[in-house]
Nanobody, 115 residues
Framework: QVQLVESGGGLVQTGGSLRLSCVASENIDSLDAMGWYRQPLGKQRELVATSPRSGSRIYADSVKGRFIVSRDNFKNTLYLAMNSLKPEDTAVYYC?????????WGQGTQVTVSS
């Protein structure tokens, strides 16, 4: 059972930046993949960025060039640096981990971008 705890959300103005963190209960280098998803109010959860154990990172078209996913294996932490934030980035952001075809989710952290 992988436990994930997100932090770093908050209220920011358009054009601002935030960095989300996700601390895992296990060595993240042993996980098949980690990533970030978001769910705007009243909408479905959508992929933001993935960071597989091997292979290239994948970003949603809407965040390419603005968001960067990275990891610190020593701290068992996944990060999401969000720059040039827009009101449409407002959502609950969830950390995801995949291990042996099982998905694990954090509790989510709210990001609100004011216009």
């Amino acid at each position: 059972q992988v436990q994930l705890v997100e932090s770093g959300g908050g209220l920011v103005q358009t054009g601002g930046s935030l960095r989300l963190s996700c601390v895992a209960s296990e060595n993240i280098d042993s996980l098949d993949a980690m990533g970030w998803y978001r769910q705007p109010l009243g909408k479905q959860r959508e992929l933001v960025a993935t960071s597989p154990r091997s292979g290239s990172r994948i970003y949603a078209d809407s965040v390419k060039g603005r968001f960067i996913v990275s990891r610190d294996n020593f701290k068992n932490t996944l990060y999401l640096a969000m720059n040039s934030l827009k009101p449409e980035d407002t959502a609950v952001y969830y950390c995801n981990a995949v291990q042996a075809s099982t998905n694990y989710w954090g509790q989510g952290t709210q990001v609100t971008v004011s216009s």
